[in-house]
């Protein structure tokens, strides 16, 4: 542990920024704060007036300036993020030490598919031994918060059972991304039963929009059609378009708070479990798959340039032909209600990206280069 731990300034910061601003609001941990849908998910908790205190470890996966520009969104809504590492031990214990948790979302983890073939070690270090880590320090804690954590709808790995619901089996992974998460969720149980920890998984179903990740297809494909760059579209083996149930990230954050706001409380404390506690699964997808042409063919609209499309067979890699959620639980139990479709969120996420990055669609380019 630095010395910069323990200095008083630094506590102060993770008091202040964990404070909840309204009555019997949260006091959230937020792994995998300056993520995607871990800074979504901190401005919306904050904004609600709950006590958000951000983890993250900033890696390298994709471009760290990304999060970092995240990080700072969330500093100018009084969040702090703490630069940190789910595997070091002791900074998560000060961390609980310092603030009485009442609740962790727990996003952080190793993203994609594709990746787990180049570095399987990162899923294992991330996906597992990092939750394990988290869970350790919670089961400690007392009082012990409830978590609600991201699993992934990769679990439903070569179910062709469809739409994939939460009853169907999930011991086939296609991908070791998949299997991280499947044993996050075997590892949830099992702390669930021995310590009486409040566990919440949520699976998520291809989260999109803006401040998105740039390793995820809409996103790319939108850099590639500026670009004039080609694009790889995937067909299965069968011929088939690879369709996916693509879901806005305002959704999928709606998700989120409904899980927290309906987790019951743990039954432990500082390791000794008192009582049976809340275990819980949900689909989070928006209940209609859509072929990733239709995705491009939408993104042409938008950015009002032609796509270069090479149409290949889809690779050997863990990636699934389709996904297909169906939500019932969630929208019983959570009230949860996806309530954009594609086209409209894509909307969105596109007149983020040419706001950030700067860059200027289709015909707009074309009268701009005239005119410098």
Known sequence: LSSALHGGAWENHLRLSSLPRRPAGMSVLVTGAAGFIGSHCSLALKKRGDGVLGLDNFNHYYDPSLKRARQRLLSEHGIFVVDGDLNDAPLLAKLFDVVSFSHVLHLAAQAGVRYAMQNPQSYVASNIAGFVNLLEASKNA?????????????????????PFSELHRTDMPASLYAATKKAGEEIAHAYNHIYGLSLTGLRFFTVYGPWGRPDMAYFFFTEAILRGNPINIYQ????NEV?????YIDDVVKGCLGALDTAQRSTGSRGRKRGAAQLRLYNLGNTSPVPVGKLVHILEALLKVKALKHVIKMPPNGDVPFTHANVSLARAELGYEPATDLAAGLRKFVKWYVGYYGVRSGPEKENHQHST
Not at 144 to 159: D, K, M, R, T
Not at 243 to 247: E, H, K, N, V, Y
């Open 142 to 162: 007392n009082p012990q918060p409830a978590i609600v954590w991201a699993s992934s709808s990769s679990v439903y790995g070569l179910n062709t059972k469809s």
């Open 236 to 239: 299965t083996h069968h011929h």
């Open 243 to 247: 369709a996916r149930d693509f879901t």
